[in-house]
């Protein structure tokens, strides 16, 4: 039987839940698409024969339906992905597409490009006029500056999406199969890009609002604080902010008010209510004017996932005060959340869709008991930790598999700098509506932003300079992610108590027997960079970079770094850095890590040569040859029980024919740029080799 304690937002959530992992499953493991088909009628069959019969079998079956209704949904979307004209990826191509996005903006010795995403209407190979119809989206290199919205014809070379496979790295594959990108375009030198149509009516009354309301900011507040509101107000204008910054906001937890969600959504509508009622306008048009402005805040914001989450939310609000019926927040969630699944399932993958709704569902879910342990301190103080620490119950996990790293001082950031970050996103919110009535009266209010939002700042970096601000961790288990959600459950449903107990038990103890101990190596993928770590038991690493002058001059930034981290590394003995831009290179890595004397380094299996010219080395070791040149073409290290190789510029033939005698000798062999990160550790006594994708293990004793 179903516990009657059970509160119903638990089993709207839960049925969300089980849609978005039939969507997870779907992705892991492909089936055919009449196969979800069948499972769902038998699903539903089960409801109907047991809909008075076992409230137990029939709950199991509306989880069965929503979770594959779930993956049937994704098995599509991935089957119209694949249905994408993939073939023309590596021709010159011609291309007509309107841009959408403007990705990223960087200095190039021939002037200023920009990275676009542009939604392909049609496209040519370059020299024929036979024209195919275009569909997806595709990421665009070209010269600044461009106009958004616009349409333009572009001729270059396509390229391949290419992903970095390396734990800790955002999940780009995902986002660009929700945004159905499929190639990457360049425009070719001194190749005129034409515009073939202006932006459309709506595009231009959005940009020339944009436009007008940024300026105005700047007017006031100058060209220092302007972003930084703009920023809070509509997400975006990341590339405008003040040096260090975003650091800042993410050491004390308040990254998120950078980008819209649902509290920018509360504070719009709150405003508008407030202003509707001034003006004495009735329950329906009040209602309209809400939800008017709601769309109108939505298209300035981009419609990003959390926005048209929370805009969903925000009207059913609007919606409930006209008809004065009660607003369940918890199924409204649960609705607005299924509908932006079923419309674009890949959105289950992305951070800040699972950020959003698992903060809001944290405040729907457990506000009440957290306060009720607050109960005996004051009641602003009360109200200010119980949303706080309401919202992260269930992000904790994701915050470190995300930034692996917990923010110590969040508490006392959304007690001192959060309301005034609020109080000044309230005045920016009422600055910009009075903006289309009384200019006057906006600068007015902007003029009061000003030293609020400059106290903000001051007070949130000076939190964040604090020492110990982050509690860093690296990526948790899959046990121990399911222990910490067991864990809340045990606190927080009573009606489950008792049936999770050993459960939760078994998961933490494995958690902690299970989890890997002794020195390991691990091989990044890094493009064309090389870099290998030897990662110790106590976490520090030693690390061999050889840096390419091909690659990003920030690779280690944004590959190395995140890479490490995940591991759980973020203390250094030892960094050798070779090749071209070493000094920068070395100048990034000791800006994201702590440095230790020298110590002397445990003993491996592994060995890591800079050609394959030499002598190889005896024994069962695990050997990275950062170069085939000079290779005969015939020796091999048959007693290795692994041999990493890298690819070359000039092309695979050495790479295939070391492949090929690897084979011959029945030795594995591996390459970053193929198999992604790979990792030498010791398990149980034995050595085992694992890929991004797969693992495999060696029985290796006592090396």
């Known amino acids: 039987m179903m516990g009657h304690n059970i509160k119903p937002e638990w089993v709207s959530l839960s049925l969300v839940l089980a849609l978005a992992t039939g969507m997870i499953l779907a992705d892991a493991f492909t089936l055919p698409l009449i196969l979800w088909l069948f499972i769902f009628w038998l699903a539903l069959l089960g409801i109907f024969f047991f809909r008075s019969r076992s409230r137990v079998v029939l709950a199991v079956c509306l989880f069965l339906v929503a979770l594959v209704l779930g993956a049937g949904r994704l098995q599509l979307e991935a089957n119209r992905y694949e249905a994408l004209p993939h073939q023309a990826v590596g021709a010159k191509l011609t291309v007509e597409g309107t841009l959408q996005e403007r990705r990223s903006t960087y200095a190039t010795e021939k002037g200023l490009v920009g990275r676009y995403v542009m939604q392909v209407r049609r496209y040519a190979y370059a020299g024929e006029e036979d024209v195919q119809p275009g569909s997806g989206c595709a990421y665009v290199t070209l010269p600044e500056p461009q106009i958004l919205g616009s349409t333009v014809v572009v001729t270059g070379d396509s390229r391949p999406l290419t992903y970095y496979k390396n734990d800790g790295m955002y999940d780009a594959f995902h986002r660009d ?23 459309g009516r709506w595009d231009s009354f959005l940009q020339a609002l944009r436009q007008a309301l940024t300026g105005r900011y700047k007017a006031v507040l100058g060209e220092s604080y302007a972003p930084v509101l703009a920023s809070l107000l509509f997400g975006g204008h990341y590339d405008e902010l ?23 959504v509360a504070l719009l509508l709150a405003v508008i209510q407030l202003m509707g009622r001034a003006l004495g306008l009735r329950p329906r048009g009040l209602c309209l004017v809400s939800v008017s402005f709601l769309f109108l805040y939505g298209a300035l914001s981009d419609f990003s996932s959390p926005v048209v989450r929370a805009s969903l939310m925000g009207a059913a609000s609007a919606l409930s005060l006209t008809v004065r019926r009660e607003y369940l927040a918890g199924h409204a969630l649960a609705l607005a959340m299924a509908a932006m699944l079923i ?87 009422l600055a910009s509506v009075l903006s289309l009535l009384w200019g006057v009266g906006a600068d007015m209010v902007l003029w009061l932003i000003k030293p609020l939002l400059a106290l903000a700042l001051k007070g949130n970096a000076f939190i964040a300079a604090l020492p110990g601000s982050r509690f860093w961790g690296g ?17 927080f449903c009573p009606a489950f108590r008792r049936r999770i107990g050993s459960g939760l038990a078994l998961c933490l103890a494995a958690a902690w027997f299970l989890r890997l101990s002794g020195p390991e190596v691990l091989v990044l993928d890094a493009g064309r960079d090389q870099v290998t770590a030897v ?167 006592n090396i």
């Open 177 to 199: 199969r929700e945004k159905a990108i499929w190639l990457r375009l360049f425009a070719d030198d001194g190749k005129k890009v034409s515009v073939t149509a202006p932006l």
């Open 242 to 264: 003040p040096p260090g910054l975003l650091e800042s906001f993410s050491t004390t937890g308040l990254i998120h008010i950078l980008s819209v969600s649902g509290s920018h």
């Open 343 to 429: 419309y674009s399932p890949y959105l289950v993958f992305d951070l800040s869709f699972r950020l959003s709704c698992g903060a809001s569902a944290g405040i729907i879910l457990f506000q009440r008991p957290v306060s009720a342990w607050l109960s005996a301190l004051p009641a602003f103080l009360r109200d200010c930790l119980t949303v706080c620490v309401a919202a992260q119950i269930l992000v904790v996990p994701l915050l470190f598999s995300a930034f692996f790293s917990f923010p110590v001082y969040s508490l006392v950031a959304n007690i001192l700098v959060a309301p005034a970050l609020d109080l000044v996103m309230v005045l920016g919110l």
């Open 475 to 491: 990526q948790p288990s899959v046990l121990a992610v399911l222990a910490w959600y067991l864990v809340v459950a045990f606190g």
């Open 535 to 701: 990662i110790y038991e106590d976490k520090s690493a030693d690390i061999w970079y050889n840096k390419s002058r091909f690659a990003n001059p920030d690779q280690a930034a944004v590959v190395v770094t995140p890479a490490l981290r995940a591991q759980g590394v973020f203390r250094l003995r030892q960094c050798r850095v070779d090749g071209d831009g070493a000094g920068y290179t070395l100048a990034l890595l000791r800006r994201h890590f702590d440095f230790l004397p020298e110590q002397g380094a445990e003993d491996v299996p592994f060995r890591c040569l800079p050609s394959a010219s030499s002598a190889f080395p005896d024994g069962p070791l695990c050997l990275e040859f950062r170069s085939l040149a000079g290779w005969n073409g015939r020796d091999f290290p048959v007693s290795a029980m692994a041999t990493i190789v890298y690819a070359s510029r000039r092309g695979d033939e050495a790479l295939t024919e070391w492949g090929e005698t690897a084979a011959f000798h029945g030795r594995p062999c591996y390459t970053p740029g193929r198999d992604g990160q790979i990792r030498l550790y010791r398990w149980r006594g034995q050595w085992q080799v694992a890929t991004f994708d797969e693992e495999q293990s060696w029985n290796i004793r």
